[in-house]
């Protein structure tokens, strides 16, 4: 079984950076996705990057392209996300998840992932 733990959360002034990371144990995950979503009380969760765990291609969400940049090292097992310029408005839990399954789901949906970690908190603070 896949597990998946994140880190790296904490507390960070408007236009500052932070570095979150997503350590994966049970399998490699050759052709498969991994990627990032962001939940806010009150919103739906919110995706906000994914990557190609053997080709390492990227996706972004519009509201982080250009801040945020996801990455994966293939022989630890973790993926990343290099957070700058953060904004009020990026506060919440932030969430790796691995898409196990071949599907045809968009790798922006939510759906398409079968494992999650537990989430890590980041707080933008003014």
């Known amino acids: 079984q896949v597990q998946l733990v994140e880190s790296g959360g904490g507390l960070v002034q408007v236009g500052g950076s932070l570095r979150l990371s997503c350590a994966a144990s049970g399998r490699s995950f050759s052709s498969y996705f991994m990627g990032w979503f962001r939940q806010t009380p009150g919103k739906e969760r919110e995706f906000l990057a994914a990557?190609?765990?053997?080709?390492?291609?990227?996706s972004y969400a519009n509201s982080v392209k250009g801040r945020f940049t996801i990455s994966r090292d293939m022989a630890k097992n973790t993926v990343s996300l290099q957070m700058t310029s953060l904004k009020p408005e990026d506060t919440g839990v932030y969430y790796c998840?691995?898409?196990?399954?071949?599907?045809?789901?968009?790798?922006?949906?939510?759906?398409?992932?079968?494992?999650w970690g537990q989430g890590t908190q980041v707080t933008v603070s003014s």
């Open positions: 990557i190609t765990w053997s080709g390492g291609g990227t």
């Open positions: 998840a691995a898409a196990l399954r071949p599907t045809t789901l968009s790798i922006s949906n939510d759906r398409k992932y079968d494992a």
